[in-house]
């Protein structure tokens, strides 16, 4: 028996090779849609009575509708969604956001403004400071500025004998309107 040569070896390869890969080279073959029947002028292709559109007259092109075809890479990029500016729409329409709790000078902003006492009023080189003590029994120490109460509210003046805190609020009619509290200092006797 012969040994095969290299040639006749690398011929087979080849051949081998280049039948394999023909048959990787030819798309599935599919047969064309079937031609639409002709209908008869004036009827609609889908049977009902309505009637089909006009030709267009002699020398006149008739009108195509532009279509845009898209390839197969921009179908796969998806489409782009930004919420900015948008309401949530997993948020109820019917139901108002909850008042958050507040971390401003040791949560003052998570009281009342009519529910803060105040206990001394302080002065040093004309600024004023007050004593401010929360229903929980804390106390602070605010000045003219300081944020107090739920509403954004500040104080606003300090005199000798009361502070007076402003907040933004809605009145009856719904309009923004300024509220202003007045805390007054309680004298010995007064308790």
């Known amino acids: 028996m012969k040994k095969p040569t290299i040639i006749q070896s690398s011929i087979g390869v080849l051949v081998a090779l280049s039948l394999l890969l023909a048959g990787c080279?030819?798309?599935p073959k599919t047969q064309p849609a079937p031609a639409p029947a002709k209908l008869a002028e004036g009827t609609n292709p889908v049977?009902?009575?309505?009637?089909?559109?006009?030709?267009?007259?002699?020398?006149?092109?008739?009108?195509?509708?532009?279509?845009?075809?898209?390839?197969?890479?921009?179908?796969?990029?998806?489409?782009?969604?930004?919420?900015a500016g948008k309401r949530d729409p997993f948020v109820s329409l019917?139901?108002?956001?909850?008042?958050?709790?507040?971390?401003?000078?040791g949560s003052l902003e998570n009281f009342d403004a009519g529910e803060l006492q105040l206990i001394a009023i302080l002065w040093e080189k004309g600024i004023g400071y007050a004593v401010?003590?929360?229903?929980?029994?804390?106390?602070?120490?605010?000045?003219?500025?300081?944020?107090?109460?739920?509403?954004?509210?500040?104080v606003s003046k300090i005199a000798q004998d009361s502070i007076t805190v402003?907040?933004?609020?809605?009145?009856?009619?719904?309009?923004?309107?300024?509220?202003?509290?007045?805390l007054k200092l309680r004298r010995g006797d007064d308790q």
């Open 166 to 182: 402003r907040e933004v609020v809605r009145n009856y009619k719904g309009v923004l309107a300024p509220k202003d509290t007045v």
């Open 132 to 154: 401010l003590t929360a229903p929980n029994g804390k106390s602070f120490t605010v000045r003219q500025g300081t944020k107090v109460g739920l509403h954004g509210g500040q």
């Open 94 to 105: 019917a139901k108002r956001p909850e008042a958050q709790k507040k971390t401003g000078i």
């Open 47 to 83: 049977g009902t009575s309505a009637p089909a559109p006009a030709k267009p007259a002699d020398g006149v092109k008739p009108a195509v509708d532009s279509v845009k075809i898209t390839s197969p890479d921009q179908l796969m990029k998806g489409v782009e969604y930004n919420s």
């Open 25 to 27: 080279d030819e798309a």
